[in-house]
Nanobody
Framework: VQLQASGGGSVQAGGSLRLSCAVSGRTFTNYFMGWFRQAPGKDREFVGATRVSGSITYYADSVKGRCTMSRDIAANTVYLQMNSLKPEDTAVYYC??????????????????WGRGTQVTVSS
């Protein structure tokens, strides 16, 4: 299984970006998909997670109301739409996949596969 994150870039505060995570190597069905981010000098933190075959999505409080996860099952791709971006959203964003059943994964250790990350820079 390979994950390829893309869509990062540089925007001004208040702007928007849509990150994509394309999954290859396995049928994109009963996964959990998650987004994490890591800012310089900080630990990697949870951003959001969704079950590919369902509708429930969880978000970190820091992005709730500004970010939306969606999926295109036919394209094996999960998206993270980020609006009203703030300088503190600056980080490398990673997508991750969990193939095992269980409770909604919010910790890094609960994911099986990771993409390489895409840089998001928000200037004030």
């Amino acid at each position: 299984v390979q994950l390829q994150a893309s869509g990062g870039g540089s925007v001004q505060a208040g702007g928007s970006l849509r990150l994509s995570c394309a999954v290859s190597g396995r049928t994109f069905t009963n996964y959990f998909m998650g987004w994490f981010r890591q800012a310089p000098g900080k630990d990697r933190e949870f951003v959001g997670a969704t079950r590919v075959s369902g509708s429930i999505t969880y978000y970190a409080d820091s992005v709730k109301g500004r970010c939306t996860m969606s999926r295109d099952i036919a394209a094996n791709t999960v998206y993270l739409q980020m609006n009203s971006l703030k300088p503190e959203d600056t980080a490398v964003y990673y997508c991750a996949a969990r193939l095992r059943p269980g409770s909604f994964p919010r910790a890094q250790s609960e994911y099986d596969y990771w993409g390489r990350g895409t840089q998001v820079t928000v200037s004030s």
